[in-house]
């Protein structure tokens, strides 16, 4: 009954309580006699994580779930568990963006260029060095204009993003230029292994020749076998999710402003990774340094 009365005194700005009572079935009477009582401990307690989840929601750009939220009120130093998190999440009615799934054809694999050998399956998960595996691979964004290609690269270590480019159309131009990017920040030693799937754009002569320039080593997934690139495959999932679908489709121009600041000033720098232990790239990465 606590839920029923906290959702409608959160509400109760914007509709009539009478009819809110009528909606959750409470009486009118019980609500008043509720709101007036002295919270207890626990209540006053609610109420201060309740604010302190709305606050991380907020700032998470209404991305994280209970999992997360559960874990960036620990590192502020509350332990509560996940069914009270999920308690007061539900009456704070904070519910974070759901996926939705769909994807063009951005390989194409029939091509007559040489094929690597998939060298990062005989590799331990994740790698421990940074800059010692690099995963790269391109996906699509929906404009007013039509679709706006990405091509990233990710160091698998630290989850990364340390090379991106943008383009109206995949042509083997992109992923070089997210390569060159990544060359550039990074600086890696030789021997790096650089992982991708079969498409044409990544076994041409230019893509291998700059691979060579630097001693990267190159490594490609199985045919139609997207789980061979699954770290990219779920970034790009999350990229989708939280910066885009829940948003008015915009100018290509936009899209690229909206998708560069997710990445640089959220997903790199504060976004909590399960994969890093709830912990950032930024912050994994200096764990590491």
Not at 108 to 121: D, E, G, K, M
Not at 127 to 150: E, Q, R
Request: aromatic share 8%; net charge positive; charged share 20%.
């Amino acid at each position: 009954m606590t839920a029923r009365y906290t959702q409608i005194q959160r509400l109760a700005p914007q509709h009539d309580i009478t009819l809110l009572c009528q909606l959750l079935a409470v009486a009118r009477s019980g609500y008043y006699d509720w709101r007036h009582r002295v919270p207890c401990r626990r209540q006053v307690e609610d109420a201060h994580l309740q604010s302190l989840l709305s606050t991380a929601f907020r700032r998470s750009r209404r991305t994280y779930g209970r999992p997360r939220l559960t874990h960036q009120l620990r590192l502020q130093g509350f332990h509560d568990g996940q069914r009270r998190i999920g308690r007061l999440m539900r009456a704070a009615g904070l519910a974070a963006r759901s996926p939705r799934r769909f994807r063009p054809q951005t390989t194409q694999s029939n091509h007559s260029h040489p094929i690597a050998p998939n060298r990062l399956a005989k590799l331990p998960t994740p790698p421990s060095t940074l800059n010692s595996v690099w995963a790269a691979d391109i996906t699509y964004l929906p404009t007013t204009d039509g679709w706006l290609y990405l091509a990233v690269v990710l160091d698998l270590c630290i989850r990364r993003v340390v090379g991106l480019a943008f383009a109206s159309n995949p042509p083997s131009a992109l992923p070089v230029a997210a390569l060159e990017m990544a060359l550039f920040q990074r600086r890696p030693a030789p021997g790096l292994l650089h992982h991708s799937d079969r498409g044409c754009q990544y076994a041409s002569a230019q893509y291998r020749q700059l691979l060579h320039s630097h001693g990267l080593i190159p490594s490609m997934s199985r045919t139609a076998n997207p789980y061979d690139n699954a770290a990219l495959e779920s970034f790009f999932s999350s990229l989708k999710t939280e910066c885009l679908h829940h948003f008015p489709i915009s100018s290509p121009a936009d899209t690229k402003a909206r998708v560069f600041d997710y990445i640089e000033s959220f997903y790199n720098s504060s976004r909590l990774h399960s994969s890093l232990g709830y912990r950032s790239p930024a912050d994994f990465e200096k764990l590491l340094s």
